[in-house]
């Protein structure tokens, strides 16, 4: 009886701190209000989740006795059926974050928590400007303009402090992040191939003034 008691104890404390690691983690992510709308269901299995957990905290705090705490009854149980929700909250979360990365496939130059948060400031480019380095290779930021409710993207400036202006005007930052992301990438293209095709034909005007061609045109 002693043995089934102590193997017990331990059982009981190891998926604790298996259920807490898990929960800890995940509890950060759906305090947004975006992941808890675009994760509905996993949202309500969460919260179901953080109710049970919170209360056998609470049941432990009140008996601090490791023998006492860990003898309740149906706790072992309730632990695994904890644990296996917060596992299948995380494979929910997981192919939702493969989703926005198959769209915006720089996404993957990024970690989960990384995403999160870009996801999670969908609305607010000024707050993806941070990321904006992982993602692209030489964009350190753009240039943003608010137009009344909206915002409008100018140009972009790397790592050395460049400053290219899109060529496309009126470029307005809407919708989901991974959707307007996709059109820098495209502004992004369009207006370097028509910087480059401007660069070749001043190149051919000026090949006895290279020295002033080169300062006049993006590196």
């Not at 609305?123 to 137009?147: G, M, R, S």
Request: glycine share 4%; hydrophobic share 40%.
């Amino acid at each position: 009886k002693w043995e089934r008691t102590l193997s017990l104890v331990l059982e009981v404390t190891e998926m604790t701190l298996t259920v807490q690691r898990q929960w800890m983690y995940l509890e950060n992510i759906f305090l947004g209000e975006d992941i808890r709308k675009q994760l509905p269901k996993e949202t309500e299995d969460f919260d179901e989740v953080n109710q049970n957990w919170k209360m056998v905290m609470t049941r432990m705090n009140n008996n601090p006795n490791a023998l006492v705490a860990t003898q309740q009854g149906g706790l072992l149980d309730l632990l695994n059926k904890m644990n296996q929700q917060l596992e299948e909250i995380q494979k929910s979360l997981d192919m939702y974050l493969e989703t926005k990365r198959q769209i915006f496939p720089r996404f993957y130059f990024l970690s989960n928590d990384d995403l999160l948060e870009i996801l999670g400031q969908s609305k607010n480019p000024e707050a993806v400007q941070p990321h904006l380095k992982k993602c692209f290779d030489n964009i350190k930021q753009l240039v943003l303009h608010k137009v009344r409710d909206k915002t409008e993207a100018l140009a972009m400036i790397s790592s050395e402090g460049e400053r290219v202006d899109f060529t496309k005007e009126n470029f307005r930052l809407d919708g989901a992040v991974e959707s307007w992301l996709c059109d820098v990438e495209i502004t992004m293209r369009q207006t370097l191939k028509v910087i480059l095709r401007d660069c070749r034909l001043a190149l051919r005007k000026q090949l006895s003034k290279r020295d002033k061609w080169v300062k006049e045109w993006p590196g």
